[in-house]
Antibody
């Protein structure tokens, strides 16, 4: 069965940095676009970023552009999210998500990881 | 900026039909998805491309999308369907979620 396992979350001070990782298994990782989605405690889902199958194309939500960097290592079946200049409002569970849509501009988030909690606080 | 608007809550009696709406400017021109999230769990895709069900999703879940509104319909609602539901759509460079709707099965 497809598995996505996030790691790297934790407590960080405002202005600090953190790198999240997502290990993928039981599917051909290099064939899929991948996304990060976050959810603040008690709040709704918010899309953060995406990367295409070979890592050459990335997109970001306005709230994280210039601070976060998404990347992937297909040989290691791993997705990353480098988070810099963290703010209190970045506190959330961060989910790694597989996108199985066939068409550009279409989306189908068919597998989600269990999430990793990032807490930004002094 | 583009927004997707959902009602914060919907209530339904067991066995009845629940409808959850998602509104956005010309949403019908986009492809809409719906996700179910039970407390403490990761979201699960229940509808994609407006009206398609992934394997393993019960037939009582259906979707439609036209004009400015996408709708998730749950027929014969069961207690296990009590959860938060999120619509999703996007364009070439961004993805949006609605604010979520808490479905209560009374």
């Amino acid at each position: 069965e497809v598995q996505l396992v996030e790691s790297g979350g934790g407590l960080v001070h405002p202005g600090g940095s953190l790198r999240l990782s997502c290990g993928a298994s039981e599917f051909t990782f290099g064939n899929y676009w991948m996304h990060w989605v976050r959810q603040a405690p008690g709040k709704g889902l918010v899309w953060v970023s995406r990367v295409n199958s070979d890592g050459s194309t990335t997109n970001y939500a306005d709230s994280v552009r210039g601070r976060f960097t998404i990347s992937r290592h297909n040989a290691k079946n791993t997705l990353y999210l480098q988070m810099n200049s963290l703010r209190a409002e970045d506190t959330a569970i961060y989910y790694c998500v597989r996108d199985s849509a066939d068409d550009y501009g279409d989306y189908r988030f068919d597998y989600w990881g269990q999430g990793t909690l990032v807490t930004v606080s002094s | 900026s583009y927004e997707l608007t959902q009602p914060p809550s919907v209530s339904v009696s067991p066995g009845q039909t629940a409808s959850i709406t998602c509104s956005g400017d010309t949403l019908g021109d986009k492809s809409a998805c719906w996700y179910q999230q039970r407390p403490g769990q990761s979201p699960v895709l229940v509808i994609y491309q407006d009206d398609k069900r992934p394997s393993g999703i019960p037939e009582r879940f259906s979707g439609s999308n036209s004009g400015n509104t996408a709708t998730l319909t749950i027929s014969g609602t069961q207690a296990v369907d009590e959860a938060d539901y999120y619509c999703q759509a996007g364009d070439m460079s961004t993805v949006l979620f609605g604010g979520g709707t808490k479905l209560t099965v009374l």
